[in-house]
């Protein structure tokens, strides 16, 4: 499977941004599909998650503000983020669980966030 990500960029503070990531391969085998950040030095974390049953579950820090969506048609899973804060600045990760316990990562997408 791959995740090729794209969407990332600069905006200001207040602003909306929409992360797309489509995946490629064995699609059929993908349980979920979340988004994750990561700041040097910092873990990479869980910002949103969809099931292939379309249940979504998000950080509490995003709650209200991030949505993740799918497009069953062409593969593609969704976050649009908005009221965007500088806190949010960070390198996001598309990640897709599948069957037999396996997980593939996309190559990341640089947002970043101006006061």
């Known amino acids: 499977v791959q995740l090729p990500a794209s969407g990332g960029g600069l905006v200001q503070a207040g602003g909306s941004l929409r992360l797309s990531c489509a995946a490629y391969?064995?699609?059929?085998?993908?349980?979920?599909v979340g988004w994750y950040r990561q700041i040097p030095g910092k873990q990479r974390e869980l910002v949103a998650a969809?099931?292939?049953?379309?249940?979504?579950n998000y950080a509490d820090s995003v709650k209200g503000r991030f949505t993740i969506s799918r497009d069953n048609a062409k593969n593609t899973v969704y976050l649009q983020m908005n009221s965007v804060k500088p806190e949010d600045t960070a390198v996001y990760y598309c990640?897709?669980?599948?069957?037999?316990?396996?997980?593939?990562w996309g190559q990341g997408t640089l947002v970043t966030v101006s006061s």
């Open positions: 990640r897709a669980d599948a069957t037999r316990a396996r997980i593939y």
């Open positions: 391969g064995s699609i059929f085998s993908i349980n979920a």
């Open positions: 969809i099931t292939s049953g379309g249940s979504a």
